[in-house]
């Protein structure tokens, strides 16, 4: 086994891989680009080493100074993760070139694979049925126009450099034909510098099967398949393993297939052998065709760890550092199901639109597996990929397993920027998904999964309550409450009156009622339970199933006068240096109650109105949140 290796990657995937390291004994060197200096997967790495500015050409895709690195670190291996320099054969070569070791196939099998083109003509001379198409030398919009033709519509066109869904274009109908093609080359032009496409038959209810392979060198073995026919635009969001469906005749149908894929290019190391599959009827052992071959570890391994208690990235360093397979075939058997979710900040009602910004507040369950890169304060960055998290799920079957997804994702509680968690929670929530009928289009057929949140009724009454600090804060301890105290808070543009009673409170939302009642630390609406919240400066966030956020009008906009009421609030987070007055005192307007200390000044909070303090909830020394209640005023009279 290696002493240490270099990790050219960041995110959740060099951290999920440094894991692995650490396990085994093997030092772990992290690269970063000043945007990542203070990230997770540096902080964890024995050694890091800086490439350069935050843009991938100016870093992460710099493979001469990851080299350099890994020599000056004595780093004896590379671990490319996914992305970025792990397709790259030009960069595996000067790896080898260097005297170090690419953990992860040759140059020559990733190059054999890398062109959808020549994949396709190497697996139709191994054996393995391809999606009939047109994948020749000519490419002049006349000939693509006529194999099209002959293929028959819908056709899809594809670059053939292509990744991530990017310069492929599903064309329905001859006369779309040419204003597609223009725009998929102009697409794979920018993305990949290589305008080339190849026209395929567009499968009709398509899903998306991909078997896990892994070869020595000579020998290869697979690890089942992976279900990940849940996509919006062609990229995966829910993937499982194993497939729905699924049956041994053409589990060993599949496997054997991407075996022979995997021996025809003498594959070393995790790969994945991806098919298109007919979903109309059930699976058959003759309705699956390779469509590409990813040279390797797959975002989407988790769940095929979980069903075969496979260490993939540990067999990934041990057969780099010279062993052979670490199981065969017969050994290697399913059990149960696994489902993984991709946490993306991106505002999936504005069209998956990538989001930026900082995490205020991350917390996931425990009970399920979280690969992850990024803790509370990082910020999502514009320069890398928006995934925040990978939240797998293992249960005894589908239908335990899908359960927990849905726990989960319930537990998963992100606030400071736009995540896609509800929608998660949704697709994890649809029936059709849950019996099994999964397509690539299942996504793109029901608008109400892409919606906006439900941000009206009871979610925003139990942020008015969180805004106001009411479900923390209990303004009527210590004395006797003889009438109950009302407040009105502005949540967005809508405004909520409170009714705050002993343990209870009520609130009104645009003509209707919410009932609130305390029962221990816990809030219950109208009997069910009120999910956790998040209070930001500017902001609310309820969680639990259908999360949403809640502005809150900006506090530094409100002068003390402003506050009005009965009730004195923190107009912004800070340390509560004094408190000047006690229960029972009589004062008057503008008389000193409280002085505050936040952003490094002080601000001195006075009273809004003659009248008797009823309660005082700030104890001088105390850290309180914005919107928190300070003292409160006996109702007047
Ligand atoms: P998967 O099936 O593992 O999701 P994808 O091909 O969709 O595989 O992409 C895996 C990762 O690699 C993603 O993070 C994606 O952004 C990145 N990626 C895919 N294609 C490219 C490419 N051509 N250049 C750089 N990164 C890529
Ligand atoms: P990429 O390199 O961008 O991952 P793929 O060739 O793997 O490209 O295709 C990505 C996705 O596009 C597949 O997962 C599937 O949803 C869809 N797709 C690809 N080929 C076909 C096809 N022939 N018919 C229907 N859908 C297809
Ligand atoms: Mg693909």
């Given amino acids: 086994m290696f002493n240490r290796i270099l990790i050219a990657n960041r995110g959740e995937i060099a951290f999920r891989v440094m894991r692995t390291a650490r396990a085994l004994g093997v030092e772990t060197v992290a690269v970063y680009s000043d945007a990542d200096a203070g990230a997770l997967h540096v902080e964890m790495a024995d050694r890091a080493v800086r490439l350069g500015p935050a843009p991938v050409a100016e870093s992460y895709l710099r493979g001469d100074a990851i080299i350099q690195a890994a020599l000056d670190t004595g780093a004896e291996a590379i671990h490319p993760g996914y992305g970025f320099l792990s397709e790259n054969p030009d960069f595996v070569a000067a790896v080898e070139a260097a005297g170090l070791v690419f953990i992860g196939p040759s140059a020559d099998a990733i190059r054999a694979m890398g062109l959808k083109d020549a994949a396709k003509d190497l697996m139709v001379a191994a054996g393995v049925p391809v999606v009939p198409g047109y994948q020749g030398e000519d490419q002049t919009p006349a000939t693509l126009a006529k194999a099209a033709g002959d293929i028959g519509y819908p056709v899809l066109i594809k670059a053939v450099a292509g990744g991530g869904g990017k310069g492929m274009r599903l064309v329905e109908t001859p006369d779309a034909f040419d204003a597609h093609l223009a725009s998929a080359k102009a697409e794979a032009k920018t993305a990949f510098g290589n305008e080339r496409v190849l026209i395929e038959k567009y499968i009709q209810q398509p899903r998306h099967i991909e078997v896990q392979v892994f ?76 469509m590409e071959m990813n040279t390797r570890l797959q975002v989407e391994h988790p769940v095929t760890e979980a069903i075969t208690g496979v260490d993939l990235v540990s067999w990934q360093l041990q057969v780099a550092a010279g062993g052979g397979l670490p199981m065969r075939q017969d050994d290697l058997q399913i059990t149960g199901h696994a489902f993984e979710a ?75 920027l736009v995540t896609n968690i509800g929608f998660l929670q949704r697709l994890a929530a649809d029936k059709g998904f849950a019996a099994g009928e999964v397509d690539t289009g299942l996504i793109a057929r029901d608008p109400d999964l ?87 400066a500017n902001a609310v966030t309820v969680f639990g199933d259908d999360p949403v956020t809640f502005a809150l009008p900006d506090p530094l906009d409100r002068g003390a006068e402003g506050l009005g009421g009965d009730v004195v609030l923190a107009p912004m987070p800070g340390l509560v240096q004094a408190v000047k007055v006690a229960v029972g005192d009589t004062v008057t307007t503008g008389q000193r109650m409280v002085v505050l200390e936040a952003m490094k000044m002080e601000h001195v909070l006075t009273s809004p109105r003659d009248g008797v303090v009823a309660a005082v909830t700030a104890t001088a020394g105390g850290q309180v949140v914005a919107g928190a209640p300070l003292v409160t005023l006996e109702a007047a009279t």
């Fill in 342 to 416: 991709r946490l993306y900040a991106e505002d999936v009602p504005a069209g998956f639109l990538p989001a930026t910004g900082r995490i205020d507040h991350l917390m996931f369950p425990e009970d399920a597996r979280i690969d992850s890169g990024v803790r509370a304060g990082d910020e999502i960055s514009p320069w890398y990929d928006p995934m925040i998290a990978k939240v797998t799920v293992a249960g005894v079957d589908r239908t335990a397993a899908l359960a927990g997804l849905r726990r989960a994702l319930a537990g998963t509680e992100v606030a400071g």
């Fill in 450 to 536: 892409v919606a906006a949140p439900d941000a009206g009724g009871w979610r925003l009454a139990w942020a008015a309550i969180v805004a106001a600090g009411l479900d923390v804060a209990r303004p009527w301890q210590g004395f006797t409450l003889w009438q109950p105290l009302t407040r009105r808070i502005e949540i967005g543009e809508t405004a909520v009156s409170l009714v705050v009673a002993r343990d209870a409170i009520t609130a009104e939302v645009e003509g209707t009622a919410y009932h609130f009642a305390r029962r221990g630390a816990a809030w219950f609406c109208d009997g069910a339970a009120c999910p956790r919240a998040y209070r930001g």
């Fill in 215 to 290: 070869g020595d060198g000579t020998d290869a073995v697979h690890l089942f398949e992976r279900d990940c026919s849940l996509q919006r635009r062609h990229q995966k969001v829910i993937e499982e393993a194993p497939a729905p469906g699924m049956t041994d005749a053409v589990r060993d149908a599949m496997g054997s297939a991407a075996v022979a894929a995997a021996k025809a290019i003498g594959y070393a190391g995790a790969g994945t052998v991806e098919f298109i599959v007919d979903g109309a009827g059930g699976l058959r052992a003759d309705g699956f065709w390779f």
